[in-house]
């Protein structure tokens, strides 16, 4: 009985491809874990863009979210919204900038996180509204004072470092009473070791 070239060929062939269908699969299970990684990192810390973590989610995204050949045009988009972010937090609030300049520069900032996350969102096949992403937030005010107790104190280093003067004022020296009365007594005994009328130094005599 002649074999047939394509069962011999399916015999041969058919283990690799399994093999290589199993590879792409887990490949591609990996790389959205990763992504999904970094989204979650960047939902869990939108409140304080300054944390370790959400800029190491944010250095993240141009390897994990490269367009490739499935969903290009939705990985692209992310891409471009964090390409946005980085050039306005690059840009920053300008030199000299005021407290309406710096709000403003945050307000920026805070738009261009809700559009980099509902690039994500929507990469990512989650049915999240731009308004959960903007205000579906927790951060006690507790937090929010500490961090602009840190940032100030950056800013006095910064500030030391570049060699500008720290304004200092003394207003008083801690003192006990009994100090005081010493001190007093120290005056009265060294004032009256002088002669009033000309004033030189008062020597006795001791025999």
């Given at each position: 009985m002649p074999v047939e070239w394509w069962v011999v060929f399916a015999t041969l062939v058919g283990p690799i491809l399994a093999v290589q269908t199993q590879k792409f699969i887990e490949r591609a299970g990996d790389r959205k874990k990763r992504r999904e990684a970094i989204f979650v990192a960047l939902m869990a810390n939108r409140a304080t863009r300054i944390s370790p973590e959400f800029v190491k989610a944010l250095n993240l995204i141009d390897i994990e979210f490269l367009p490739g050949r499935i969903s290009a045009a939705k990985d692209r988009k992310v891409i471009d919204a964090w390409h946005e972010f980085?050039?306005?937090?690059?840009?920053?609030?300008?030199?000299?900038?005021?407290?309406?300049?710096?709000?403003?520069?945050?307000?920026?900032?805070?738009?261009?996180?809700?559009?980099?996350?509902?690039?994500?969102?929507?990469?990512?096949?989650?049915?999240?509204?731009?308004?959960?992403?903007?205000?579906?937030?927790?951060?006690?005010?507790?937090?929010?004072?500490?961090?602009?107790a840190q940032l100030e104190i950056l800013h006095?280093?910064?500030?030391?470092l570049n060699g500008s003067s720290i304004p200092m004022a003394v207003k008083e020296f801690p003192a006990s009473p009994e100090l005081v009365q010493a001190q007093a007594d120290l005056a009265r005994k060294a004032a009256g070791a002088y002669d009033e009328k000309n004033g030189a130094l008062r020597i006795k005599e001791v025999k």
């Open positions: 980085l050039g306005e937090l690059t840009h920053g609030a300008g030199p000299g900038a005021d407290q309406a300049a710096i709000a403003a520069w945050n307000q920026r900032c805070e738009d261009k996180v809700v559009d980099l996350l509902a690039a994500m969102s929507t990469a990512l096949g989650f049915s999240l509204t731009r308004e959960q992403l903007r205000r579906g937030i927790y951060h006690p005010q507790g937090a929010v004072e500490r961090e602009q006095g280093l910064r500030r030391l």
